[in-house]
């Protein structure tokens, strides 16, 4: 297997180049279970954060960065846009989303509890890496139809095209890479 080396918010880390079609292949980034990561990209991110209310993230690759970010700002709560709606959930939100990581369309549910906890208030939207802005897109229709107020949205990676967008904040550029390995132009 090919890899990719990068540092990220002063930690080293290795990506595991993954096929994603016959041309490109991209550097698939995990944050679980590497803690030292996890915690030195939510400081950095924390630093070029706007003010906020409340932190949103999908599931499942952002809740620990969203979690760490919300434990070094001293924030009681954050929320998450579910794959599937939960038991507990007293009534649900859905938006539809496709991801360049997942094979077929996905839906995202916020809970109706979480929703009046967010209306009106300034949400920031975190993900671990944003690629073609899909999951981020749905995760804005969910805030916006709750009636949140989105004054920032943030990543720890922005790969391919997200990289130009000038209406998020990351920390590092990932770049899509050729079947050989090298970096695609």
Known sequence: MKYYEMNIAGVDHKLPLCKL???IYIGAFVIFGHAKLTVAAAKALLEKAPEYDYLITAEAKGIPLAHEMARQNGDDYYFIARKYPKLYMTGVFEVNVRS???DKEQTLYLDSADAELMKGKRILLVDDVISTGESLAAIEA???KAGG???G???????GDAQERD????L???PLFNPDGTVRE
Do not use: G, H, S
Not at 167 to 170: A, E, G
């Open 21 to 23: 079609n016959d041309e």
């Open 100 to 102: 360049i990581t997942t």
């Open 142 to 144: 969910l805030v916006e």
């Open 149 to 151: 107020n989105i004054v």
């Open 153 to 159: 949205k943030m990543a720890i990676l922005a790969e």
């Open 167 to 170: 209406d998020i904040i990351y």
């Open 172 to 174: 590092e550029k990932l």
